[in-house]
C-alpha cells in the first residue's frame, strides 16, 4: 500500500509526463487553438488530430471507458469524454471522405 507522500509523488509525475508528452506530441504554439470542424475535416496530418488518434490508441483507460460509457449509456460520462469522444467520431467520419478505395454515397440520395 502506497503512503500518502509516495501517492502525491506517483500523481505529480504522471502528471509530468503527460505535460512532456504533450510538450512533445503538439507545437505548443499551438496548445491552446480552437480545435474547428475544419482542422479535423480537411487537414488529417493536423498535429492535434494525430494527438487525438495517438492517445487514443495507447493502452490508457480511454477506449474501455468510453465503450462501457456507451454500452451502459451513462450520461454522467458526457460532461467528460464527450468532447473527447465527439472529437474523435468527427476524425473517423472525416477520414472516410479521403479513402480511395470505398465509393462514399451522395447524401442527396438518401
Not at 494527438?51 to 490508457?60: N, Q
Not at 458526457?78 to 479513402?99: D, K, W, Y
Amino acid at each position: 500500500m502506497l503512503s500518502e507522500k509516495e501517492l502525491d509523488e506517483l500523481l505529480y509525475n504522471h502528471q509530468l509526463a503527460w505535460e512532456l508528452f504533450f510538450y512533445i506530441a503538439v507545437d505548443p504554439r499551438v496548445m491552446n487553438v480552437e480545435i474547428t470542424p475544419q482542422t479535423l475535416e480537411s487537414t488529417p496530418n493536423d498535429p492535434i488530430v494525430s494527438m487525438i488518434l495517438f492517445i487514443y490508441s495507447m493502452e490508457t483507460f480511454l477506449p474501455y471507458e468510453i465503450n462501457q460509457a456507451s454500452i451502459m449509456r451513462n450520461q454522467d460520462a458526457v460532461i467528460t469524454l464527450g468532447p473527447f469522444t465527439f472529437t474523435l467520431g468527427e476524425i473517423n467520419n472525416a477520414a472516410n471522405q479521403h479513402r480511395k478505395d470505398i465509393q462514399i454515397p451522395d447524401e442527396t440520395n438518401y
